[in-house]
T-cell receptor
Framework: NSKVIQTPRYLVKGQGQKAKMRCIPE?????VFWYQQNKNNEFKFLIN????????QIDMTEKRFSAECPSNSPCSLEIQSSEAGDSALYLC??????????FGSGTRLTVL | QQKVQQSPESLSVPEGGMASLNCTSS?????YFWWYRQHSGEGPKALM?????GDKKEGRFTAHLNKASLHVSLHIRDSQPSDSALYFC?????????????FGKGTKFSLIP
């Protein structure tokens, strides 16, 4: 069973509100990923970290999202101003590269 | 253009039957492949990875990779009710250091009652 812990499980926000979700990666995994899975089950890579430093991120993440992965604290992903199109399942994964990604159960965000 | 394409979109087999899922990449930089399974309400879980040409077997699951055609398949034998789920093919570029995965759109697999 995956040891990647994501909270909260469900998150409901109004448009324009901030939405913050957290992830505790599996112990010993230096690389952490955030993906968005939409209602059609399509995955979109958002950002990844290695030892607290951002490795890659997409343009959307750079502009509207705030993410960090501090040492000895949970990683977090925050949408600064939620939009209806942000409603999705947000998945955190950790990995000891170049190996498999291990996913948490996700945070399901609904933007009303 | 979708870089990782899966087929079929959905598949149903009787319990105990065999199923074949397919995946093709359009990007020759993708050399490493994974199959993930996602049950309803859960995150995806890795079934198996395959990096070399040929077959790789793990229990009832066999993956086959043909690097020349960038085609990877997953064969499930003796299908069980617990196999009903979404199956995703994922690919990555070796040597990038981060193991970022690109996913296909998935195959919905279910058992015929």
């Amino acid at each position: 069973n995956s040891k990647v812990i994501q909270t909260p499980r469900y998150l409901v926000k109004g448009q324009g509100q901030k939405a913050k979700m957290r992830c505790i990666p599996e112990k010993g995994h230096p690389v952490v990923f955030w993906y968005q899975q939409n209602k059609n089950n399509e995955f979109k890579f958002l950002i990844n970290f290695q030892n607290q430093e951002v490795l890659q991120q997409i343009d959307m993440t750079e502009k509207r999202f705030s993410a960090e992965c501090p040492s000895n604290s949970p990683c977090s992903l925050e949408i600064q101003s939620s939009e209806a199109g942000d409603s999705a399942l947000y998945l955190c994964a950790s990995s000891p590269p170049p190996e498999t990604l291990y996913f948490g159960s996700g945070t399901r965000l609904t933007v009303l | 253009q979708q870089k990782v394409q899966q087929s079929p979109e959905s598949l149903s087999v009787p319990e105990g039957g065999m199923a074949s899922l397919n995946c093709t990449s359009s990007d020759r930089n993708f050399q490493y492949f994974w199959w993930y399974r996602q049950h309803s309400g859960e995150g995806p879980k890795a079934l198996m990875s395959i990096f070399s040409d040929g077959d790789k077997k793990e229990g009832r699951f066999t993956a086959h990779l043909n690097k020349a055609s960038l085609h990877v398949s997953l064969h499930i034998r003796d299908s069980q009710p617990s196999d009903s789920a979404l199956y995703f093919c994922a690919a990555s570029e070796p040597g990038t250091g981060s193991n970022r995965l690109t996913f296909g759109k998935g195959t919905k697999f279910s058992l015929i009652p």
